[in-house]
């Protein structure tokens, strides 16, 4: 299996303009190397919550210096790895709390945690794990 | 990001002139909103034909706008993409927001998308 590798630095706390950049190279290599037709917006859309999350919660002190984002195309699914030095989080309790919430009047609308839900309606599988003070975040995405 | 508003038959379109709506763009977004509705008692329509992209963080920066503008105003929703109509989907802001395919359904009032 072949996997390709992305490094995304982040200069300063909530950088989410170095996300953006790092998505638009991520596209870029990815319609480069995939061989056959893949709608990549379902996956842009999982990499952007998951990095802007990571980008979101590190303070100047906790602010990993990089995001390492790893990903492989099978026949039909997409795996990716992404790990960071930041303040450690945990996914799965973020999707529970997400689906919690399911007043919509216009009083307690939500102006947040949209994107847990995004994440977890569109990946098969997740799995997060902290090894020493790496956060390691592998998912799957049906393609 | 630019807005351009546009008020036909008593609605206010603001066209956004941008492809995304995203962490990195959407505090300036609330404030073009906040700048170019503050006042306004009206219905209001987003028209997003050349939003590409939107995320979580740019979808709570449009539901925001929406519960900043005077009271009860409504704010509807048009020219939406894939990823757009996505994103509204999955999080079930389709049940809040009336999306059309177009401003002139938006104007008719015609049948969602």
Known sequence: ?143 | MEITPDIINNTLILKILATRIDAASAVQFKDLMRSTTDGYSGRVVLDLELVEFIDSSGLGAIVSAYKALVPRNRMDICSTGEVVNTVFRLTRMDSIFAIYEDVEHALNEGELI
């Open chain 1, 1 to 143: 299996m072949n996997w390709n590798e992305l490094e995304i630095r982040l200069s300063v706390a909530e950088d989410y303009l170095s996300v953006r950049h790092g998505l638009q190279e991520f596209k870029t290599r990815f319609a480069n190397g995939k061989s056959r037709d893949i709608d990549v917006n379902p996956i842009e859309l999982v990499l952007a919550e998951i990095l802007n999350n990571i980008a979101e919660h590190g303070d100047h002190a906790s602010l990993p210096e990089k995001i390492c984002l790893k990903w492989a195309l099978h026949k039909n699914r997409f795996s990716a790895e992404i790990s960071d030095a930041g303040v450690e989080y945990s996914p799965l309790e973020k999707i529970r709390a997400a689906k919690k919430h399911k007043d919509t009047s216009f009083d307690n609308l939500p102006e947040g945690g949209f994107g847990w839900h995004i994440i977890s309606a569109l990946c098969s599988d997740i799995h997060y794990r902290r090894h020493g003070n790496i956060n390691i975040l592998k998912l799957q995405i049906p393609v």
